[in-house]
Each structure stands twice: as structure tokens, then as C-alpha cells.
């Protein structure tokens, strides 16, 4: 099993360009999350998507969008890149949502990240 | 709000010595779960321990354990026997509706 795969490793945009960034898990797992991670934060969830054909908006939505493909890919894309993007952005996927309070949790597993830079 | 709150940027250990990171959280919830994550320089997030904060028993694994005060919303980490390898960036998360808070790391560097 690779487990969660992210492409590319690094990309370099220009302000303006458009990119998309892909994820995808090979552990049939229902729930993908897509994460930046800034210099003194911690990771921050952009969007995630609970189940196939379901996609929420996470704390720092704005300038991005997603698609979940189907329930093994979940692409994050940067219409119009902003210098305020330059980022890591990591992707992550679990069984199911977490939930608070219940008996059982299911861990979230992260892709390698990727690191984006926007001049 | 709710948040994690790391309040040791950087720390240092000798190799072999034993080292604490700090974190601290707040959540109105009675139930959640605790975690804390390794991050060393290839990037990779590794899960070291997760406490369910309905368990009063602290979490060990291997060398790892936490100390858990849920009434003072503590959740910190032991390092036993630091091992050069434990060099790496350390998060302390916490679960919410549906994502993990993190706090924003600390960074360790074991020393030969």
C-alpha cells in the first residue's frame, strides 16, 4: 500500500496561474482532508470531504476549491495563486470522520505534503 | 475559542536524557480525543500517541507517554531515553466536529 500519495512535490507559481494538486489513498478510506502548514502554525484545514460526493469548507477556505473525484482521489485547486499561498499544503485521509465523544476515533494519515511557492 | 497552545518553540536533550513538551488546549466539549504528531525534516506527519480524553489512564507507547490533566486542559509529552532520531518538529492536536486543531509545534533537536 502507498498510502496517501500527493503530486507534485514542489511547484513554483507565478501570481495569477492556476494549479490543481492531487491526492489520492489507496486505504478505502471514506474521509480526505487537504491541510496548509505556514512557518510558527500548526496545519490548518482547508476543505475536507467526509464521503465521496461531499466536499465542507474548512477554517481558511477562501482562494481555493476541490473536487472529490471519487472516494480515492481529492484535488485541491488554486484558481488565481496569491503570494498569501505559499504554503505546504498536506492531504490526509481517515475511515471516517473524527467524532468527539464517541467510543471510536479513526486516525488520519498524511501524504508527504507538498510545498508551493507563489512569486 | 478553540484552540492548542504550545509554549516551547524550540528545546534541546541530551541523547539518552528525558524530555517534556508542553501543550495545552481549550474545548467546551466533555469528550475528544488528544494527539501528538512527529514531523521530522522529510515532512512526513507520523502519529506518536493519541489519549481519548474520556480515559483517565495515561496513553504509553514505547518510549513515549503523556501526562493527560483533563481538568486543567494539559496534555503533555514524555520522551524517554531521547534517541538521535526524535530530532524533528512536534504537534500536540486535538479533535473537533469534523477536523484535528493543531498547535504550532515544537521543534526538538537531540543532542549527541
Known amino acids: 500500500n502507498a498510502g496517501v500519495t500527493q503530486t507534485p512535490k514542489f511547484q513554483v507559481l507565478k501570481t495569477g496561474q492556476s494549479m490543481t494538486l492531487q491526492c489520492a489513498q489507496d486505504?478505502?478510506?471514506?474521509?480526505m482532508y487537504w491541510y496548509r502548514q505556514d512557518p510558527g502554525m500548526g496545519l490548518r484545514l482547508i476543505y475536507y470531504?467526509?464521503?465521496?460526493?461531499?466536499?465542507d469548507k474548512g477554517e481558511v477556505p477562501n482562494g481555493y476549491n476541490v473536487s472529490r473525484l471519487n472516494k480515492r482521489e481529492f484535488s485541491l485547486r488554486l484558481e488565481s495563486a496569491a503570494p498569501s499561498q505559499t504554503s505546504v499544503y498536506f492531504c490526509?485521509?481517515?475511515?471516517?470522520?473524527?467524532?468527539?465523544?464517541?467510543?471510536?476515533?479513526?486516525?488520519?494519515?498524511f501524504g508527504p505534503g507538498t510545498r508551493l511557492t507563489v512569486l | 475559542a478553540q484552540t492548542v497552545t504550545q509554549s516551547q518553540p524550540e528545546m534541546s536533550v541530551q541523547e539518552a536524557e528525558t524530555v517534556t513538551l508542553s501543550c495545552t488546549y481549550d474545548?467546551?466539549?466533555?469528550?475528544?480525543?488528544l494527539f501528538w504528531y512527529k514531523q521530522p525534516p522529510s515532512r512526513q506527519m507520523i502519529l506518536v500517541i493519541r489519549q481519548e480524553a474520556y480515559k483517565q489512564q495515561n496513553a504509553t507507547e514505547n518510549r513515549f507517554s503523556v501526562n493527560f490533566q483533563k481538568a486543567a486542559k494539559s496534555f503533555s509529552l514524555k520522551i524517554s531515553d531521547s534517541q538521535l532520531g526524535d530530532t524533528a518538529m512536534y504537534f500536540c492536536a486535538r479533535t473537533g466536529a469534523n477536523n484535528l486543531f493543531f498547535g504550532t509545534g515544537t521543534r526538538l533537536t537531540v543532542i549527541p
Open positions: 486505504m478505502n478510506h471514506n474521509s
Open positions: 470531504s467526509a464521503s465521496e460526493g461531499t466536499t
Open positions: 474545548t467546551s466539549e466533555n469528550n475528544y480525543y
Open positions: 490526509a485521509s481517515s475511515e471516517a470522520l473524527p467524532r468527539s465523544g464517541g467510543p471510536s476515533y479513526n486516525e488520519q494519515f
